[in-house]
């Protein structure tokens, strides 16, 4: 007798507060440096947001969205919660946070009992604060996201965001991506979550941490204006007017919890009021 494939449609609704780490097991999948947010945080707290990539990807209560563990790029893993089921990645609808022209490497694993995760395919998309639906059948080579255990996502470097946000030279700069509406068919029934990851042969983060924040650094508005996946430049002089000067705070590494102050990259004004 065939083994039944379930399918499911991830929206990321029904948990909540303004936004937190996902319930371990959802979906069938261990969940790192990926949390959920609910529309409500724009709609009553942020309510200065425009046309940024969470309100344009949201198709619910909920999404979900990758976070920056370091302050220069985001990191995001979901994983099948046992070794003996592997998925299908169909499709999701994703949008850059807050740039454009932004690199989202999608890294997809197999895993081998005694070996651990092993690299299948690496592939980059590039995202703006537009929604898209990506359909992974169509991304790279034919199988590259097929019976597979793992999906790590991580950010590159983009250029300048939107103005409506903070006004004229006040674009939104950020790593996160926002995505919604995540297709899944696994190959058996959907796992559940033993209470713990897997993580051999990932560079997984621990969920679940106390974010700190630390220190704020000058960066200049330019390092951004391009698409090459490098780090923030730490300014040595002040620039000019035009040159979108802005600062950053940085967590610790390993940190997180709910106060995404640190977590999102927005002008002066806003960096230390929160």
Not at 43 to 57: I, M, S
Not at 67 to 81: D, I, L, P
Not at 90 to 117: C, H, L, R, V
Request: overall charge negative; glycine content about 12%; some cysteine.
């Amino acid at each position: 007798m065939a083994r039944q494939r379930a399918q499911e449609s991830l929206g990321f609704n029904g948990f909540s507060g303004y936004y937190g780490s996902i319930s371990q097991g959802y979906g069938g999948f261990a969940w790192g440096d990926i949390d959920f947010m609910n529309a409500t945080y724009w709609e009553k707290e942020k309510t200065g947001w425009c046309d940024t990539g969470f309100q344009n990807v949201i198709r619910g209560a909920g999404e979900a969205f990758t976070w920056s563990n370091n302050g220069y790029t985001s990191y995001g893993v979901f994983e099948s919660a046992s070794t003996s089921e592997t998925f299908t990645l169909k499709s999701m609808i994703a949008a850059s946070g807050w740039e454009t022209a932004q690199p989202f490497d999608f890294n997809t694993y197999t895993y081998t009992k005694g070996e651990g995760f092993i690299l299948k395919a690496s592939d980059t998309i590039y995202l703006s604060q537009k929604r898209e639906l990506i359909n992974f059948a169509k991304i790279g080579n034919p199988g590259d996201f097929k019976n597979i255990a793992a999906v790590e996502i991580i950010s590159g470097t983009g250029k300048y965001g939107n103005t409506c946000t903070y006004g004229r030279y006040s674009y939104t700069l950020g790593n996160q991506m926002a995505f919604d509406n995540l297709k899944v068919k696994w190959n058996g029934q959907i796992p559940k979550f033993s209470g713990k990851f897997i993580t051999t042969g990932l560079a997984i983060h621990e969920h679940n941490h106390a974010m700190h924040i630390t220190t704020a650094h000058l960066t200049f508005g330019d390092a951004h204006n391009g698409t090459a996946a490098a780090p923030h430049s730490d300014a040595a002089t002040a620039p000019n007017p035009q040159a979108g000067f802005h600062t950053e705070l940085l967590s610790l590494a390993n940190t997180h919890a709910g106060d995404l102050t640190g977590e999102f990259q927005l002008p002066a004004i806003e960096h230390f009021g929160a």
